[in-house]
């Protein structure tokens, strides 16, 4: 395929000159076609160079009151003029020399052209001029990649001064360049110090860079010149001459303080999943042996006189049991694990109503202050489980104002964006309400800050507290699809603020539908009680003998399948515990017996709450009783489901029963537990 013509600009006030150049264009053997166009006026020939169309322009030195140093001059800014040559009839080796400093690619003398040799500077400066324009466009894109780079890039020389900062390091750790007598301007001066608390101050190897040629990766510092704390990655490789020698070092900065909040967000996180699973499967079994020591506790405390000494123990006994069965609810709450019922609720009410008690709660020395937001929405979240945060986060600002002070609790709204829900640590972006908790207490430290929601930490004294408290209120702000954000300076006080996904709609209201206790039915039904821990079987066994129920027992769902087969189906309730050996669970166990009788009905127990044995429970499967749970409370929930239809709802008053929020009896009460 041909290639296309050369476009040459021979600007000349002599049109003999024309004919001989067109005549030594037109030769053959030349290296290049090329196409000539003449012009002999001045003005014509600037307007013909700003036109962008030509490759090469000729140019002769005399131009009637012009020479070719004015068009050279005068064209000199225009962006695309094409290389300059320029033709004189006689030899001037100043006029060369001006010609050169005025931009010309070449100086030729008309009396030495030759086809060969016109050629061959045509085609040294199409090349040349060519070569520059990559140049170009090769340091436009890098210049264009140092300024938009996502990380700062530093240029420094064998003595540590800077040459050159992009504007992402400048926007990192400020200018660089302004000031020459400025301490940033050497690296070694650097305000920089080990990211790591309690590492001991060591200046940064750039020394080992320029010496012995050996990068720098990734290492971490804290940037802190009394302005601004940037957390650093820094990358350095030395910078080679054109012989190999190292003439300086190319540095990288990336600012990772926000990745390494999302990596601490993300570990602590992963840290409390883990010792949730761990305390879900601790309470599980924990409940268990609760359940039989609270069973057996209140049979002997029924059996012996109020009076006498042995009463005293047994009282020792249930109060004792019911502080471990506290202490393994507030465990299932800090693991996410306990059923939340949820309900539109009105946040300002809520802590208007729990006002006179907090009073009561913080004594006189403490102030205690109600900042509410007019017109505050809703949010969706478990009554109980809500006053259960507002009450620890109360006792841990009282503990922490032993002299007294101010609690302020104040609620405002707030809409979240989605580059700020990844910031915060939000679930989602959307409108949320804040619950603000304010002490003038003695605050904390960041070491004690970064450590607060752990489980079992605690800052109080021994016998003073569980450390759940506030591992409690983390574990249930985050099962409502909220988050917490803590504010903390000693001797400044503390602030926590407790964000909830805000609701449409008003707070539901109270329930209108009344318990009837329906006539004992004098039938005597039978009661197949599915558990593998002994103990636990046996006593649920006699507690409801002694309730006058036919009861029947099996260690795990196969023999409960083989009892089944015995009593010919003959059941009208069945009590199973939920996970259990042999393989099958009690969701299995219960599924296969209502195929075989549907008006069955089922109550699941448990040691935990929330999916039990991989999947939900539904109101159609049956009730749920969380262990550990006292005799009478499982004499109340067995009679109301047998006396119930089967699939329908449990009834108000035993709601908070079977959602784990309220196995208290009178005379027990239970109080919050701050960290």
Known sequence: MERPPIHVLLVDDDEDDYILTRDLLSRPGLTARYQLTWI??????????????????????????????????????????????????QGDRAVDLAAMEAGAAE???????????????????????????????????????METSPVGIVVADREGVITFANQRAEQIVGPLLSRPDSPRRRLWLWPLQPLENGAAPAPVPWQTVLDGGQPLHDLRQLWD???????????????????????????????????????????????????GQLAAGVAHDINNVLTVIQGHADLLREAVPEQSPQARSIRQICAAAERAARFVRQLLLFSRKQVVQVKRLDLNQVLHNLAQMLARLLGEDVHLELDCAPDLPTVEADLGMIEQVVMNLAVNARDAMPQGGRLRLATTTLEVSEPEATRRGAPRPGRYVCLEVTDTGCGMDPATLARIFEPFFSTKETGKGTG????????????????????????????????????????????????????????????????????????????????????????????????????????????????????????????????RKPDLRVIYTSGYTGTLAGRHLRLEDGWFLPKPYRPAVLARVVRACLDSPVGSPPPPDLDPILAGCAAEFPGTAQQPDAA
């Open 468 to 595: 759940l408290g506030l591992a409690t209120v983390y574990g249930i702000v985050k099962q409502h699809q909220g988050w917490i954000e803590v504010a903390s300076k000693p001797g400044a006080g503390t602030t926590f603020r407790v964000y909830l996904p805000a609701a449409a709609g008003p707070a539901s209201g109270p329930d209108d539908t009344a318990f009837e206790t329906r006539p004992r039915s004098h039938q005597r039904e039978t009661i197949l009680v599915v558990e593998d821990e002994p103990d636990l079987r046996e006593l649920v066994c006699e507690l409801l003998s002694a309730c006058h129920y036919h009861v029947e027992s099996a260690a795990h769902g196969l023999e409960a399948l083989t009892v089944w087969e015995r009593l010919e189906g003959r059941v009208d309730l069945l009590l199973t515990d939920v996970v259990m050996p042999q393989g099958l669970n009690g969701c299995e166990l219960a599924r296969r017996l209502r195929q």
């Open 107 to 145: 100086y030729l003398l008309k009396s030495e052209l030759t086809a060969e040799g016109l050629d061959r500077v045509l085609r040294y400066a199409l090349e040349r001029r060519r070569a520059e324009e990559r140049l170009r466009r090769e340091r436009d894109l890098i210049s264009r990649i």
């Open 225 to 275: 010149d009394g302005s601004r704390r940037v957390a650093l990655s820094i990358n350095a490789a030395p910078l080679r001459d054109a012989s190999g020698r190292i003439d300086g070092l190319v540095v990288t900065l990336d600012d990772i303080t926000g990745r390494l909040e999302l990596e601490e967000r993300l570990r602590q996180s992963q840290k409390m999943e883990c010792v």
């Open 40 to 89: 002999s006026h001045y003005e014509e020939a600037r307007a013909a160079l700003a036109s962008g169309r030509f490759d090469l322009c000729l140019l002769d030195y005399r131009l009637g009151v012009h020479t070719g140093l004015d068009l050279l001059q005068e064209t000199r800014d225009l962006p695309h003029r094409p290389p300059m040559i320029v033709l004189t009839g």
